[in-house]
């Protein structure tokens, strides 16, 4: 009789060599009716899971994929000549689409001279990744069996939304493409194509010159009578610091509460409190009047409609601006004035936002407006050019020179070792001075430690390597599976365009 053992041993040599014939995006119906497809899971161990695995690279996914195009085929030859052509000319139409109605006009002999391919969501493929524009898009939408009533949007999937640029400037497609930009990852990888894609453009400005145009921005608008500026994009691109700069290098003062009066000679610009209210706003603009306001993240002013009207009345560009609030609260009253100062608006809100709202794009087409948005490595490359130059507040400078250019060097080295791994929504010119701080925070622990081992072992626990501390911190939970990998490829999949 077999031992226990060996009966076990050989059922899991059964189990394992099943598994290793399977290939991912294999299915298998359960004992529920319920399809189930063989997928590979984040700890490289493979299972049964009821959705298919994303991107299936095995037969029975690459299967799905050959027999949804196959299923076009056979809908496309039963379309007359006037519809392929419409799918072949269609701007926004699915590539696949464009491309298998043309092949079926080559080979029913129709002239198709005048049908341009290279237009649209083909030409983006094309240009941007060098194919031939016919990877298979929407491979996770629903597919049909190709019969007479079959629709053609049932088997390719029809277009994203109406009216959505397929573009990788319009933030809305971006997020669509990449699953709502909710995780990390999805993050990364967006970043990634993004800055593929505009680092590929012809006329691509570096970032340290579009710091400068931003610079010479700022510059027209103290030196004019301008009454508005807006400064949009990403955070952490430098907007408000460049804005001090320029303001200090042509003289122009900021308010400083303890020693200046609002409305006094002592200072040309302030930066606005949060508002909250038209009565509040309009308060403010009259009790600095003549000055120049700066708004720094500071956005509700520009999402409630109430303080949106004010908005266009103290920015427009011909006539007295007169301003004013009356309520049922006679204390809250504000008497009408002419306002004859600035608004200058530092928002993290890009360029596609401040012109979707008609109210919102009234006011944005009349400012004096620089747009900026820089990727993970466009902002690496600034920090590397300002590691030694930038002084940051509570992080004073090494005495010793050497030992302050040594220790900016080696913590801008961990963030560029790190930089693959860091999402793009958490990196900001701010993260060069909080990694260290973190590096600090370790060096005087440990030092403390070393000179009292006994008590400051037990408050500080054993000593640390200041760059453990500081990648942890860089990475923010980042798993080492998900730090492994290409990811421009996972970006050009996660688009279905690889």
Do not use: C
């Not at 002013?301 to 609030?325: C, E, F, N």
């Amino acid at each position: 009789m077999k031992k226990t053992s060996d009966i076990i041993g050989e059922l899991v040599n059964q189990n394992l060599t099943k598994a290793a014939a399977r290939q991912e995006g294999d299915t298998k119906i359960g004992k529920d009716g319920v399809t189930r497809y063989w997928t590979r899971l984040s700890s490289g161990k493979y299972d049964w899971r009821k959705n298919p695995p994303k991107g299936s690279s095995g037969q029975g996914g690459a299967q799905q994929t050959q027999n949804k195009v196959q299923k076009l085929r056979a809908t496309l030859k039963k379309k007359d000549v006037a519809d392929l052509e419409k799918y072949a000319r269609g701007h926004n139409n699915d590539p696949t689409l464009r491309q298998e109605s043309y092949n079926e006009l080559v080979a029913r002999g129709e002239d198709v001279s005048k049908i341009n391919l290279n237009t649209g969501k083909f030409k983006a493929m094309k240009e941007a990744f060098g194919g031939d524009g016919s990877s298979k898009k929407n491979s996770s939408k629903k597919t049909a069996t190709a019969t007479d009533g079959d629709s053609v949007d049932d088997i390719v999937g029809g277009d994203d939304e109406p009216g959505m640029e397929e573009d990788w400037r319009n933030p809305d497609f971006i997020k669509k493409q990449f699953g709502g930009l909710k995780t990390k990852r999805q993050r990364i990888e967006a970043d990634a194509f993004i800055h593929s894609q505009k680092t590929a453009e012809d006329g691509y400005i570096e970032p340290q010159k579009e710091i400068h145009s931003l610079n010479r921005t700022y510059a027209q608008f103290f030196a004019t009578d301008s009454p508005l500026m807006i400064a949009s994009g990403g955070a952490g691109v430098g907007k408000s610091y460049n804005m001090h700069l320029v303001a200090e290098h042509m003289g122009n003062k900021a308010f400083n509460g303890e020693t200046d009066e609002p409305g006094d000679d002592d200072y040309d610009y302030v930066e606005a409190p949060e508002v909250k209210s038209d009565t509040q706003l309009v308060s403010l603009l009259k009790e600095h009047n003549g000055k120049t306001i700066v708004f720094d993240d500071s956005d509700n002013v520009l999402k409630q409609s109430d303080t949106m009207g004010i908005m266009k009345k103290a920015t427009a560009s011909s006539g007295k601006r007169i301003l004013g609030k009356k309520s049922s609260n006679k204390s809250t009253n504000v008497d009408p004035f002419e306002f004859t100062g600035k608004i200058l608006f530092l928002t993290n809100m890009g360029q596609h936002d401040l012109t979707k709202n008609e109210h919102l794009n009234a006011i944005y087409t009349r400012a004096i407006k620089k747009d900026l948005n820089f990727t993970k490595r466009e902002k690496l490359e600034m920090m590397e050019i300002l590691k030694h130059k930038t002084n940051f507040t509570g992080v004073e400078r090494l005495e010793n020179k050497a030992d302050d250019i040594q220790e900016r060097e080696e913590v801008f080295d961990m963030i560029k070792d790190n930089i693959d791994a860091m999402d793009p929504d958490k990196f900001s010119s701010r993260t060069f001075m909080e990694a260290l701080v973190k590096k600090r925070a370790v060096d005087n622990s440990n030092a403390m430690i070393e000179s009292d081992p006994t008590t400051a072992s037990l408050i500080f626990g054993e000593e640390q390597d200041w760059k453990e501390e500081v990648g942890r911190f860089l990475k923010k939970g980042i798993t080492l599976s998900e730090e492994k990998g290409n990811d421009l490829q996972k970006a050009l999949t996660q688009l279905g365009l690889n």
